[in-house]
């Protein structure tokens, strides 16, 4: 079993920034693509962005190409998700998630943190 817990999450004034983070623990942390997604009031939960864990490479939301960065930290298991020109339609619990190998879903999930940007 993949343990996920994120921090980083609160509250920030529109055009600024928050970088989240995503910790595993657990059994041995070798997911395919870990994935940040989000869920506002009253909406479905949606990707965000994704990056393979070995490779590298990065999906993006269209709503968040230019401004959000994920990235890896493959030494302590960790993924980053850097918010930056945030808008109050960011507002929405963030969740990290992985998958077991390419081409399967998403099956371990961290709890949320809450991200609130006032206008």
């Known amino acids: 079993q993949v343990q996920l817990v994120e921090s980083g999450g609160g509250l920030v004034q529109a055009w600024g920034s928050l970088r989240l983070s995503c910790a595993s623990s657990?059994?041995?942390?070798?997911?395919?693509?870990v994935g940040w997604f989000r869920q506002a009031p009253g909406k479905q939960r949606g990707l965000v962005a994704s990056i393979n864990w070995s490779g590298g490479s990065t999906l993006y939301a269209d709503s968040v190409k230019g401004r959000f960065i994920i990235s890896r930290a493959n030494a302590n298991n960790r993924v980053y998700l850097e918010l930056n020109i945030l808008e109050p339609e960011d507002t929405a619990v963030y969740y990290c998630?992985?998958?077991?190998?390419?081409?399967?879903?998403?099956?371990?999930w961290g709890q949320g943190t809450q991200v609130t940007v006032s206008s």
């Open positions: 657990g059994r041995t942390f070798n997911p395919d693509r």
């Open positions: 998630a992985t998958n077991r190998g390419p081409g399967t879903g998403y099956v371990f």
